[in-house]
């Protein structure tokens, strides 16, 4: 898949021929120096912008294919998004950010119940009545990592989940993505700078110049003269 961003001069390939494939239930680690293309990959992969060339399937649909109202819906359905600035709705309780999701989807996938499991995970259980516009920056991020899990989606997509937090409640969220990709077979796909907090992972996909290897490091570069 190739993704060129502008025309003419200001032509910019963010993405160059990248191939690679997830299974369910795997924690895969999106690495690489600034600019080289992992939000542009975590955002096509979220159905948020679509490739100039080549195809994303995910669970054997062509998404490619879809048209705008069905990329909404796999979207609500499928795809759980939790990004660097995290949108937070001011006017509404850090619970009610929370709960959003489920409304927007329709579904009863989860309960409040749920989401206030969630916002202890996250250490908010003291929180969770404030208004979202009365909590810290850090604070603001662990309800965006909660409104992003609530419709247990099966593929969750990060962008630097832990860029704003301390080292501590980094941990924190780093146990919990990967604890619920045991415990509910959910797919996590993580832009991170990161990368000592998560450990071990089944997969770190590096992107450097907007090639993708699989891999912590991008192979050494042979020179044949
Ligand atoms: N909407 C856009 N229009 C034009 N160029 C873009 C756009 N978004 C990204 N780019 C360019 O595409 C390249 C990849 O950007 P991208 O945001 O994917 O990098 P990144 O790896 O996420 O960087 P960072 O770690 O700083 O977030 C960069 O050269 C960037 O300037
Ligand atoms: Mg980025």
Sequence with gaps: MTKIYGDGDNKVKAL??????????????????????????????????????????????????LNDDQISSFRNKKLGFIFQFSNLLSDLSVLENILLPI?????????????????????????????????????????????????????????????NLDSVTSQLIVDLMKSMAIKLNQTFVIVTHDRQHFGTVDKVITIKDGKAFEGEEPPTMEITV
């Design 103 to 163: 409304q927007i989807a329709g579904t009863k996938s989860s309960s409040e119940k749920e989401a206030i499991d969630l916002l202890k995970a996250v250490g908010l259980e003291t929180q969770i009545h404030k208004r979202a516009n009365k909590i810290s920056g850090g604070q603001a991020q662990r309800v965006a990592i909660a409104r992003g899990l609530i419709n247990k989606p099966s593929i969750v997509l990060a962008d630097e989940p832990t860029g």
């Design 16 to 65: 160059d021929d990248v191939s690679f494939s997830i299974e369910q239930g795997e924690v895969v680690l999106i690495v690489g120096s600034s600019g080289s293309g992992k939000s542009t990959l975590l955002n096509m992969i979220g159905l948020l912008d679509s490739p100039t060339n080549g195809n994303i399937f995910i669970d054997e649909v062509n998404t490619t294919t």
